[in-house]
């Protein structure tokens, strides 16, 4: 068995170190580098270095050394856990990354927790009543819902909930130079703020997980052990709840795993819209200025985490096959 | 069961006019047809059938867990109370507080996610008054009850063995100690060891909690053992119902007969035989249900729905014609010989009696008046006195053996009982042209078809064969085919194979016995040989001496 | 009922009903009211800390570092006014510079600058180029040697006279000897002190993840008083939206949106001068044919930059002079070659010879329309443009490297030294053009340091290059900004730059 | 199938019409413009005109005919490539197996926008790259989903008897694996299909896009990014047809996954 566990492992470093090249070189492949610019977006204004600036530049962020021998560095600075210094943003990278990515990952937590348990609920319960009038309506809004763009949505919402109704502030991850009298308040800002950006990650999640649990329930709903628990004369919300949904939860947490990859990049554009602090913003950002340092730092993280996010899932599948079967 | 008492009061459940149809995405199917029946305290109702019969519907329909694409008509009476029209909540009530089911054992049929103390405990919470901890000790003490070791409420349903698992649906339906316990194939995926224990188990518990108990299954030996009543069930319909042992002894309704002769463990001797065709998925349809495989059907038999009839104490039927009807009935047979000078009585008083589709075997020494009895009964022997009936008729001469549907009998000796001059198409046709019955062109046809069955080769080669040709076997296959093709109701057949090699004897009584089954005629059989006797016999007669007397199969070694 | 189900489930209700009361308390938006006096809200966005070496190359974090560090002079609305420096002369032969200090200046950690700070600043800024306003030509710089005169006076004498060199000292930061003495690695130094400077602001607060700033007035500061006592820099989703709900106090907005402000006195509109612009570059290494005059005459007659201005600039921009310096410039040509949109004047040019041009353009909104329109306007004259979009930074790297035919830019500093003339045409600049008149020309203006002979010269350089025509500039943005007067009435244009809040004087008093 | 399905099948067809007829049933061409900007929507232009005069009509039903190649590009590349990687590594199983799914593990966790950028940038920023960008990390779905089926399969009975009579791979696919498969892939073709249009609408939002394919997510693209829009009511017209006329057709393309899931009683546990 261990012969087995150890090619698993070697795969996934193997893998991993891929992905690590990967990112090394994916960054330097995009043409331009992180100091010519000759243009600028409209209305903006951009320093144009001239040709020895650039220069001095690269030799002080040791672009002039030959590839290889950048690589080697990067490899071993990561090796000692440290991400390198970003170009543009003056600062260490894993400063960034650990300012940013709370923010990112609590929205990505948040709407990932939300749009999985009102899935598995609408799901349950749209299963339970299977072809009545409600698991219609419900299935189709929940297929037009699934299929709405992310952005779209984003978009939507900014401009009703926050631009002509104001419930929400428009734009931020907390509001700015404000005196808070007690810690909770400062919480309260910030999952005030929070809440467009959640709200629009889970609506473009909640169809895909009522779904995946209405079908799941509709085949545990023809197992033996349903009518037998009918049988049993429990109450249906029993019966529903802690006989069907425990057996139907299963691939819907699997599924919470493996959407994680995905979520990250609908998080890009939630964060573009909603001008929200995470790291969508500043992969962007880091694309459109060629930070290599910086990018290289982001999809490390992004890559750790949809890798680890699979690996759990294939673990909770292995587990979740062998106690059903 | 030898608790039969008397069931004073008034029944427990009485089930009245129950009839569930499925509605199919293209069609209805009729899963029972207008059933009803009552169990009173205490008593085991016996509910058998093959599968699809509707049993376990009217289980489910008892409990009220039919899945939503089954309408259910009729009424269901607990305590006078009519649990079909409560709403769920109040039938949750009634749900494993007063019935409770033993589920068909199944992979699924506990939850997979669930241990089973949990399982057991949700059940008495809900409908009991007892606390956490009392909730846990009935558990536990529950699960000993059954036989089981208490460490098994900490295990997942797939850890268990099946017959463990089977203890555990028991204790679970037991656990709010309900009136009625409907038992749905406890036995069908176990092993005999853990049949026998599952067996012994309910009669006991039965026995301890004194609670009615309906049990479903399909193997006749099981449920002879523990239920009081049986009742037979067909496509959706009762065929019969009564006393237990009375069914096994006598079963009245064709289709048990069939269905008891299928059972290995009833008469462990005999060939096994199933019942010929196919039951047909019965969408509405008018008529018995058993028409298109019962051999004593008529016309009406297609129009009319027999309806459940009591044709004894305690025994009702569902047959147009009463059950299985008596084809020949011969009372106080006397028959003596004068022989230079003494008289010898080969038949004393013989009474005999022969029902449609059954094989009775008459044994004998030779010279105890078997030949002549067989003959009398056919007809071509005049009785000294008493007389022998028909189908209700008198039997006179050669009134029956010269009518298709009538009476046949094959000779024991083959040599002598075809004339060797004539062509095989001769010997066969004889009895066809001689009553003139079937017009000329399509008697070669007939001689083909009863060739056939007779498996003999029906080319016109062999038509044209003369029978001095044959061999023993294939003349008596030749008489077989003559008597056949006058498709008699009643074949006697006397001791037709005791002149032939052991192999071919072999051949010829498997045939025999396979055209009874196909065509459904009865049998006389005459034979001296116990074995061949134990092997095909329905019922066996011995004489001795011209005294005739019915005995058991079993304890005639 | 007491089974875990129902406690997971009460768990779950719980979160809900904590997101549901959030809802409830949507109405208490968070008004920041702690800082007393006039405060002005602008649209944020992270642009780096605001040190001479750490605030980003891109975008306005240069002008947050100006508020908070002063030098020798200032851009005025006409040109250049004397600031830390009272006043300043220059030797007749354009070497020596020297400037007077004014009196009682102070850092904002109360210690008083003196010439020293002056010399260091100049020698650390040789020594480490910060982001912005270095002091080099080439590879090395332009300066001989700095020397202090007394506590008040500085003398700095430069290698070669340069038309450039005035405004390149006089924009010099000047950063406190007391502090950066000890710096070796400035770009790494982001802590408290690097913000330490003599200017009319001090930074009070900055969150680099929101993209927010505080600056607040510095009481001692030397010059005129500033009068906006807090200016906020705040996260900004949407400009507009931000502005219609009070959250901040001045954004541009497009002509469509001029109806819903013009009417109402609440709210001032202004028009930022033309300093921002697009044009078209030629590679005439990749294609000979556009060494051609004519061909790039007949080009600039099938544009219609009417249209370009109608549609893509919604109206709010000016037609680009062929002299390159635009209509707001203060020493811009009129009487520059025009090139109106003529066709069949293009056809004649092209003497029927159909042409196929590829080009490129960024994927910005604007841009693209512009490839668009100009496909379709060419094609009217006979010319086949196959336009290719890339992203802004892949089109910047194929321009400085030539690889491509046509190539659409568009950048801001349309407004600045005239030296950048020289830049943009002299040889070298353009693949594969040059031409000695104009090259003579821009040498000629770079040495002298006469202001109105080097008008002169200017200006004949233009009409010099309006008529080569060895790029076409486009239009030139003018873009709208609405305000409420009510709220803030200062606001002012460095002369050459088109942003009110990037100058300074916009936040201070007359002087 | 249900009449929603039926439903959503007209939809499609009404829509591909649509694409394919563009030139005949638009008065206007969909790249010249026919009329000033922003014109509200009227009997001349059905849909009213976009900033530079072009009828919106015509932009959407030629649009159609880009995002329909987009999709269909991408199921196809993606779908059935996919299919092919994950019924070999189904069947071949052991280390090949291993190799292909961390491969995928690889390219779910290859970020997608520095990708696109760098095909856009070397390649040019064609559908046709646009196309090999997303199929690049949309092929995993399908792999997945074919291999766990094709395990299953391999467990049966009559694999084992197959291979007993010395069946080859082409056999075994021809007979056994490619019926079963065959309606996973086209459910997971239809569903790459919603899901490239969607993704393309996405890429041109960022400006990632192909702005010359004047496909529905490059109008909506130019919609969103006019400045103020929502200031203005061009909005009603320009963003509201895209919008509509993509949320109508992916939707409908995703019920009609759903129907042939269902017809096929296939139950798709998507992995």
New interface residues.
């Given amino acids: 068995m261990n012969r087995d566990r150890t090619?698993?492992l070697l795969?996934?470093l193997?893998?991993f170190l891929?992905?690590i090249t990967?990112n090394f070189f994916?960054?330097r492949?995009?043409?331009g580098d992180p100091f010519t610019s000759l243009s600028s977006e409209e209305g903006d204004i951009t320093v144009i270095y001239s040709e020895e600036q650039i220069e001095r530049y690269k030799r002080y962020y040791g672009m002039d050394r030959p590839i290889a021998e950048q690589y080697i560095g990067y490899l071993k600075n990561l090796l000692k856990g440290n991400l390198g210094y970003s170009i543009y943003y003056n600062q260490e990278v894993v400063s960034i990354l650990k300012n940013r990515v709370p923010w990112t990952v609590a929205i990505v937590i948040c709407s990932l927790i939300i749009s999985s348990f009102l899935g598995t609920i609408l799901g349950s319960i749209s299963a339970w009543f299977r072809n009545s009038k409600l698991d219609k309506i419900l299935y189709?809004s929940m297929?037009?819902i699934?299929?709405?763009?992310?952005?779209?949505m984003g978009?939507l919402l900014l401009?009703f909930m926050a631009?002509r109704w104001g419930l929400f502030p428009l734009s931020g991850g907390m509001s700015m130079f404000t005196q808070y009298s007690t810690k909770c308040e400062v919480i309260l800002d910030i999952l005030h703020h929070a809440i467009l950006p959640v709200m629009t990650l889970s609506i473009a999640k909640l169809g895909e997980f009522y779904?995946?649990s209405r079908?799941?329930m509709l085949?545990v709903m023809s197992k033996d052990y349903m009518k037998t628990a009918r049988g049993k004369g429990l109450k249906s919300r029993r019966i529903l709840f802690r006989h069907g949904l425990k057996n139907s939860i299963l691939?819907v947490i699997?599924?919470i795993f493996?959407s994680l990859?995905s979520i990250f990049?609908q998080a890009?554009?939630i964060e573009?819209i909603f001008n929200y602090p995470g790291i969508g913003t500043l992969?962007?950002q880091g694309?459109m200025v060629r930070d290599y340092v910086l990018?290289q730092g982001?999809?490390l993280f992004?890559?750790i985490t949809?890798?680890t996010m699979?690996f759990i899932a294939d673990l909770i599948?292995k587990k979740l096959d062998s106690r059903v079967r | 069961m030898d608790m039969k008492g008397d069931f004073m009061g008034k029944p427990l459940l009485s089930v009245k006019n129950l009839s569930i149809e499925y509605e199919g995405a293209s069609e209805r199917t009729l899963a029972v047809d207008d059933v009803s029946f009552s169990l009173n305290r205490g008593e085991c109702l016996g509910i058998i059938g093959e599968s699809g019969s509707g049993k376990t519907s009217i289980a489910m329909a008892i409990m009220g867990i039919l899945p939503s694409s089954a309408h259910v008509k009729g009424s269901i009476m607990y305590d006078d109370v009519n649990i079909q029209c409560l709403s769920e909540g109040e039938r949750n009530m009634y749900r494993w507080g007063e019935i409770a089911v033993v589920f068909q054992n199944s992979l699924d049929v506990l939850n997979p996610v669930l241990t089973v103390h949990e399982q057991i405990y949700e059940c008495i919470i809900e409908h009991t008054s007892l606390y956490k901890g009392e909730a846990d000790r009935r558990v536990e003490n529950l699960l000993e009850l059954v036989g089981l070791d208490p460490q098994v409420s900490e295990h997942y349903p797939h850890h268990l063995s099946g017959g463990m698992r089977q203890k555990v649906l028991i204790a679970m339906a037991l656990s709010c100690n309900p009136k009625i316990l409907i038992v749905d194939e406890p036995t069908s995926s176990l092993d005999p060891w853990a049949k026998d224990e599952i067996i012994h188990l309910l009669k006991e518990l039965q026995r301890q909690n004194n609670f009615a108990m309906i049990v479903i299954s399909h193997e006749i030996h099981i449920i002879s053992q523990l239920a009081d009543r049986l009742q037979v069930m067909y496509s959706g319909c009762i065929m019969e119902r009564g006393y237990t042992e009375d069914i096994l002894q006598t079963p009245m309704h064709s289709y048990t007969r069939g269905f008891i002769n299928s059972s290995p463990y009833i008469n462990p001797y005999k060939d096994l035989w199933g019942i010929p065709s196919e039951a047909y998925s019965s969408s509405i349809r008018k008529g018995c249900p058993f028409y298109n495989r019962c051999y004593q059907r008529l016309e009406l038999c297609s129009e009319k729905k027999p309806e459940l009839s009591y044709v004894a104490t305690e025994r009702e039927i569902a047959c147009n014609r009463g059950g299985i009807i008596t084809i020949l009935e011969a009372q106080d047979i006397d028959k003596t010989y004068e022989f230079n000078g003494n008289e010898i009585l080969a038949c004393k008083g013989c009474n005999i009696h022969i029902r449609s589709g059954e094989t009775v075997v008459l044994m004998g020494e030779s010279g105890s008046g078997k030949t002549t009895l067989a003959t009398i009964i056919s007809g071509v022997l005049e009785a000294d006195s008493g007389q022998v009936q028909f189908l209700g008729k008198r039997v006179e001469g050669n009134n029956f053996t010269s009518q298709m549907g009538g009476i046949q009998i094959v000779f024991q000796d083959p040599f002598s009982s075809i004339n060797e001059f004539l062509t095989v198409e001769e010997a066969i046709v004889e009895p066809l042209t001689i009553t003139g019955i079937v017009e000329k062109d399509s008697r070669r046809h007939m001689v083909k078809l009863a060739l056939k069955d007779v498996q003999l080769p029906y080319d016109d080669g062999f038509l044209a064969r003369r029978c001095y040709t044959l061999s023993g076997g294939q003349r008596q296959r030749v008489a077989l085919a003559r008597s056949l093709i006058m498709q008699p109701k009643l074949l006697i057949a006397d001791e037709v194979c005791s002149m032939l090699d052991p192999s071919t004897q072999a051949n010829i009584l498997r045939l025999l016995k396979g055209l009874q089954n196909a065509k459904g005629f009865s049998m006389l059989y005459i034979t001296h040989d116990v074995a061949i006797a134990q092997k095909i016999a329905d019922r066996l007669y011995v004489m001795h001496e011209g005294s005739i007397s019915e005995e058991n199969l079993l304890d005639i070694r | 009922m007491k089974s875990k189900g129902i406690k997971k489930f009460s768990m779950f209700f719980a979160l809900t009903f904590v997101m549901t009361t959030l809802v409830g308390c949507a109405q208490t938006t968070y008004k920041p009211e702690f800082s007393d006096g006039l405060v002005i809200n602008l649209s944020g966005g992270d642009w780096g800390y605001p040190s001479p070496y750490t605030h980003y190359s891109r975008g306005p974090g240069m002008f947050k570092m100006r508020l908070i560090f002063d030098s020798l002079l200032e851009r005025g609305e006409e040109g250049l006014i004397p600031w830390l420096a009272k006043d300043y002369d220059i030797s007749n032969d354009g070497k020596v510079y020297t400037f007077v200090l004014n009196q009682g200046v102070k850092w904002h950690d109360g210690k008083d600058l003196t010439a020293e700070d002056v010399k260091f600043s100049f020698e650390y800024f040789i020594e480490h180029t910060p982001v912005v306003d270095d002091l080099t030509i080439g590879d090395e710089t332009f300066i001989e040697s700095i020397d202090v005169v007394d506590d008040y006076t500085i003398k700095i004498t430069v290698k070669c006279p340069n038309a450039t060199i005035l405004s390149r000292l006089g924009a010099t930061r000047i950063i406190p000897k007391h502090i950066w003495e000890g710096i070796d690695d400035p770009k790494k130094f982001t802590e408290k002190e690097a913000t330490v400077g003599c200017g009319p602001y001090i930074l009070k607060e900055y969150n680099k993840e929101q993209g927010a700033y505080r600056f607040e007035a510095f009481e001692e500061y030397w010059g005129p008083k500033p009068k906006v006592d807090s200016i906020q820099f705040i996260p900004v989703s949407?400009n507009?939206?931000a502005f219609n709900k009070g959250e901040i106090d001045i954004t541009g907005?497009?002509a469509?949106?001029l109806s819903?402000y013009e009417g109402d006195d609440e709210y001032a509109i202004m028009q930022n001068p033309a300093f921002w612009g697009y044009k078209l570059m030629f590679n005439m290494d990749r294609r000979e044919e556009l060494k051609d005059k004519n061909i790039r005459y007949a080009i600039a007659h099938s544009i219609d930059v009417q249209e370009l201005i109608?549609?893509?600039a919604?109206g709010a921009a000016v037609p680009g002079s062929s002299g390159y310096l635009p209509v707001d410039h203060i020493w811009y040509n009129q009487n520059v070659r025009r090139y109106d949109y003529n066709i069949d004047r293009a056809r004649e040019l092209l003497k029927g010879k159909d042409l196929e041009l590829n080009l490129v353009i960024s994927?910005?909104?604007e841009e693209?329309?512009i490839?668009?329109?100009l496909k379709?306007s060419l094609a009217k004259s006979g010319i086949e443009l196959d336009?290719?979009?890339?992203?802004m930074k892949?089109r910047d790297a194929m321009v400085k490297s030539g690889d491509y035919e046509l190539a659409l830019i568009g950048h801001g500093g349309w407004g600045g030294d005239p030296d950048m003339l020289r830049r943009t045409y002299a040889t070298g600049a353009i693949p594969g053009y040059s031409n000695e008149e104009i090259d003579k020309l821009a040498d000629l203006q770079l040495m002298e340091l006469d202001e109105d002979k080097r008008r002169e010269v200017v200006f004949e350089l233009q009409e010099r290059i309006g008529g080569e025509l060895p790029l076409i500039p486009l239009y030139n943005t003018t873009g709208y900004i609405v305000y409420r007067p009510g709220k803030y009435n200062g606001w002012m244009y460095m002369f050459d730059h088109h942003e009110v809040t990037h100058s300074k004087l916009s936040y201070l008093e007359e002087r | 199938m249900s009449n929603?399905g039926k439903f959503a099948i007209v939809i499609i067809i009404v829509i591909i019409v649509l694409g394919i007829l563009s030139p005949l049933i638009s008065r206007h061409p969909h790249?010249?413009?026919s009329g000033s900007?922003l014109e509200s929507p009227s009997w001349e232009h059905w849909l009213g005109t976009d900033?530079?005069?072009i009828d919106i009509w015509a932009q959407i039903c030629h649009g159609a005919r880009a995002s329909t190649f987009v999709g269909a590009g991408t199921a196809l590349l993606a779908g059935v490539g996919g299919s092919i990687v994950g019924m070999l590594s189904g069947y071949l199983g052991g280390?090949s197996d291993?190799?292909i799914?961390?491969?995928s593990?690889?390219a779910?966790?290859?970020?997608?926008?520095?990708?696109t950028?760098?095909l856009?940038?070397?390649f040019?920023?064609s559908l046709k790259n646009i196309i090999i960008a997303i199929s690049l990390y949309s092929w995993v779905a399908p792999a997945r989903l074919v291999r766990s089926k094709v395990l299953a399969i391999k467990e049966e009975n009559y694999m084992k008897a197959a291979k007993s009579y010395g069946a080859n791979f082409w056999h075994m696919t021809k007979v056994h694996f490619l019926p079963q498969v065959l309606p996973l892939i086209a459910v997971s073709m239809i569903r790459l299909f919603?899901k490239a249009v969607?993704v393309e609408?996405?890429l041109s939002?960022?400006?990632?896009g192909?702005?010359?394919s004047k496909s529905w997510g490059v109008i909506?693209?130019?919609a969103?990014?006019?400045?103020?829009i929502?200031?203005?009511e061009?909005w009603k017209w320009w963003l509201v047809s895209p919008?509509f006329i993509m949320?109508s057709f992916?939707?409908s393309l995703?019920?009609i996954s759903?129907e042939l899931e269902r017809l096929w009683n296939g139950?798709i546990?998507?992995?």
């Fill in positions: 090619k698993m795969g996934y193997l893998t891929i992905i990967l994916i960054p492949l995009m043409p189709i297929v037009f699934s299929e709405v763009p992310a952005f779209l978009i401009f631009g779904l995946i079908s799941s085949s691939p699997t599924r493996l990859g990049g890009v554009l573009n992969m962007r694309v990018i982001i999809f992004v890559a949809v890798l699979n599948y | 949407d507009i939206l907005i497009t469509d949106l819903k109608d549609k893509v919604r994927n910005s909104e693209l329309r490839g668009e329109l379709i336009v290719k979009s890339v992203d892949t | 929603l790249n010249l413009p900007a900033d530079l005069g280390d291993r190799i799914m961390r491969i593990d690889m779910m966790a290859l970020p997608d926008m520095p990708t950028i760098i856009g940038a070397f040019g920023p919603s969607v609408a996405g939002f960022l400006g990632l192909d702005p010359t909506l693209h130019h969103i990014n006019f400045k103020g929502y200031f203005t061009y919008v949320m992916t939707t995703a019920i759903r139950k546990e998507w992995i």
